[in-house]
């Protein structure tokens, strides 16, 4: 079951609700009665609302509305953010606890009407893109999918003007929460991870607490609908470590952290079933319902759990137990307000009748399981049938063109200012007519220094070949000097390795330690600068090579690298094998470069993509990671020699700013071309293309 209680962004709250709750009465009742207006201060409306929100928590929804709504109309001059929590207060309760769409939306007419000018929408970014998630919610709520993807677009869109990945988490979640009921559980899971991402900058409240063990427990439950046993069980593991690690620092009451256990325990359940292993399964299920019967707790999601105990008795065959457990969930039929767990029970009682040869009856729970599938699906229908993607992509090209029509307005604007300079420029040619024949005087004095500027160019060419024969002198002496140190350093390298062996100091092995890693850094950077400069000037000697097979063997040489950092390498190759003339061993070097830059430059646990496609004339590689990015500022310095781009890596690799400018080197001589594309959030992505 997806973990969907939270429905509200500040009401988690708990304690001494019932005393403080009758303290803020009595004292809202002595100032009443020294007031001869019987009106209330804004300042004390806090202090209210903190208390409906307490009693809304423990259960009694109607006595807080009640409370919330009587202080609310003898409250004077409420700012906006105290407006903003008394109407979110009472369209949380109109639409959740009472179920009235219509009294909801009004209310998110008052929401949205709260932010009537450009200042109020620039200062509260965050309750101004909450007010168009709350109206998309209940559009989606009557299936008008359109509209409802519209303001929750909207929401995206102030979150993405004002930076705020909090609000963005929102909207990842929204769209979790949909691709989820369309049944695309590998996109939905995508979609969490988002969130969960994005989750990490709204603070250490409770509702950011409730939020990440939510996104935790549905990205679990989404790669258990696809039956990926391994990531389900690691992302419930998650969530209850989650639970355990701040369960102190959240402040909650026991029984709330019990509830997002419970819920987490049944769905664990879910794979133990699908494993047939049923007693771990229903160990699980036992803990989930104690937790979840409880007055106070999730007892809806304590229905699902019942259901799945059912399920795993009719598997086992233990017909009396079912018939139980079948029983008891029909004694507690007041509370099943979920169609899904109506049908499963008229499911599994015809189970049971046709387990004892009782045909008749199993027919009769069958039929009403059948139409309530039936009803399930009409509903779902028109949901799973929307193409979300499609619906996204047409919001961005609207706002998209909404952008180039008020860049148009402005070019309008900027067109008259160019009609008044072009009478000004006419005026100035007129002056420049003028002068013209003033200047006929002066072309003779332009042709001798014409002459002049021949015999500097002629003088410039003859030094353009110096400097080319001093560029190769100085590759040579480059090579040489390179190639002189590297025999000394490499020494240097296994004298402090075999000196490590034997007994020192502490202060003594950092100092070996320092001088090894530095050594082996300076040979690193050695055989760079004598690649960069062989490169440049050896001529290459191809031969045909198949693709497919340089790649494979890269990325295999370079899985255990990766694997240091607990990443993964992805290989998508060519359906079939395809040579192309090239050099082996250099196209191998700038595989080897990207894959690794790519491992460098990723977070521990992180995603590496490599991807051959056959285009018309070329065949194009990329290779993607997921890691920090390259920000704008450097990006146009990335394939310098001894670039100022160069960072270390995620952890601490070291860098020189030379690998990118010989794969350049390399890819040139091939006749291709070499591009990335890259952001600080998703990444970067490496492109070279060699004809065929």
């Not at 201060?41 to 208390?51: C, G, K, N, R, T």
């Amino acid at each position: 079951m997806l973990i969907t209680k939270n429905y509200y962004r500040k009401y988690n709250y708990g304690t001494l609700a019932v005393i403080v709750i009758f303290l803020c009465i009595l004292s809202f009742a002595f100032s009443c009665n020294r007031s001869s207006d019987n009106s209330l201060p804004s300042s004390a409306f806090d202090v209210v609302l903190d208390s409906a929100n307490r009693m809304f928590q423990i259960g009694n929804e109607d006595e807080a509305r009640h409370y919330l709504d009587s202080v609310y109309k003898r409250t004077k001059n409420l700012n906006l953010v105290q407006a903003y929590n008394y109407y979110e207060f009472s369209y949380i309760y109109t639409s959740h606890t009472e179920g009235d769409v219509g009294k909801a939306k009004l209310y998110s007419d008052s929401l949205l009407n709260l932010f009537d000018t450009p200042e109020k929408k620039l200062k509260y970014p965050n309750e101004y893109a909450q007010a168009f998630f709350y109206r998309g919610d209940l559009l989606f709520a009557e299936n008008k999918f359109n509209e409802s993807y519209q303001y929750f677009y909207q929401g995206k869109l102030i979150g993405t003007n004002n930076l705020d990945n909090c609000i963005l988490s929102d909207y990842s979640y929204r769209m979790g929460m949909i691709l989820y009921k369309q049944e695309r559980y590998q996109q939905a899971a995508t979609s969490f991870k988002t969130s969960s991402k994005e989750n990490g900058s709204c603070g250490p409240d409770n509702n950011a607490f409730f939020r990440k063990q939510e996104l935790l427990n549905n990205i679990g439950l989404c790669y258990s609908k696809i039956n990926n046993v391994d990531s389900a069980l690691y992302f419930y593991n998650l969530g209850l470590k989650y639970i355990d690690d701040h369960a102190v620092q959240s402040k909650l009451k026991p029984q709330l952290l019990d509830v997002a256990r419970g819920v987490i325990y049944g769905n664990q359940a879910n794979i133990y079933i699908w494993l047939k292993n049923y007693e771990l399964a229903k160990v699980l299920l036992r803990k989930s319902i104690e937790i979840n019967l409880r007055k106070g707790s999730d007892n809806q999601d304590a229905l699902y759990s019942e259901i799945k105990l059912a399920q795993c008795y009719a598997a086992q065959g233990k017909n009396d137990s079912l018939l139980l457990t079948l029983n008891k969930l029909h004694q507690q039929s007041d509370i099943i307000k979920d169609v899904q767990v109506l049908a499963d029970w008229n499911n599994l009682m015809s189970v049971y009748y046709d387990k004892i040869n009782q045909p008749v009856l199993a027919m009769k729970y069958f039929t009403q399981y059948d139409a309530l599938k039936d009803s399930i699906s009409q509903k779902n229908r028109s949901l799973k049938e929307a193409d979300i993607a499609e619906q996204i992509k047409r919001l961005e090209k609207d706002n998209e063109f909404d952008k180039l029509k008020k860049n148009n307005q402005q070019q309008n604007i900027y067109l008259r200012v160019a009609a008044v300079f072009g009478v000004m420029l006419l005026s100035i040619i007129s002056l420049i007519f003028l002068n013209w024949q003033k200047s006929k005087k002066n072309i003779k004095v332009l042709g001798g220094l014409n002459d002049q500027i021949n015999k500097q160019n002629t003088h410039l060419e003859f030094a353009l070949d110096e400097l080319k024969v001093n560029g190769q002198e100085k590759d040579r002496i480059m090579r040489t000097v390179a190639h002189d140190l590297r025999n000394p350093i490499s020494g240097i390298a296994s004298l402090t390795t075999a000196m490590g062996d034997d007994e020192y100091t502490d202060d003594q092995k950092e100092m070996l330690n320092i001088i090894r890693e530095t050594s082996f850094n300076s040979l690193e950077l050695i055989n760079e600068i004598l690649e960069a400069a062989n490169t440049a000037t050896t001529t290459l000697n191809k031969e045909p090579v198949d693709i497919n097979g340089l790649l494979n063997n890269s990325v295999e040489l370079l899985r255990f690298k990766a694997a240091e950092k607990d990443q993964s390498i992805s290989l998508d190759l060519l359906s079939d094998p395809l040579e192309i003339m090239m050099s082996r061993e250099k196209i191998w070097r700038v595989v080897g470069n990207l894959i690794s830059n790519a491992i460098k430059f990723s977070p521990v646990g992180g995603y590496i993509f490599v991807k051959v496609i056959d285009l018309e004339n070329e065949v194009q590689v990329s290779v993607k990671d997921n890691g920090i990015g390259i920000p704008d500022k450097l990006k146009h310095q990335v394939f310098n020699m001894f670039t100022d781009a160069k960072r270390p890596g995620t952890e601490g690799e070291k860098s020189f700013g030379l690998g990118l400018s010989i794969c350049q080197q390399i890819i040139e001589k091939h006749n291709g071309r070499i591009w990335f594309e890259s952001d600080t959030e998703n990444g970067t992505t490496f492109y070279f293309s060699l004809p065929k």
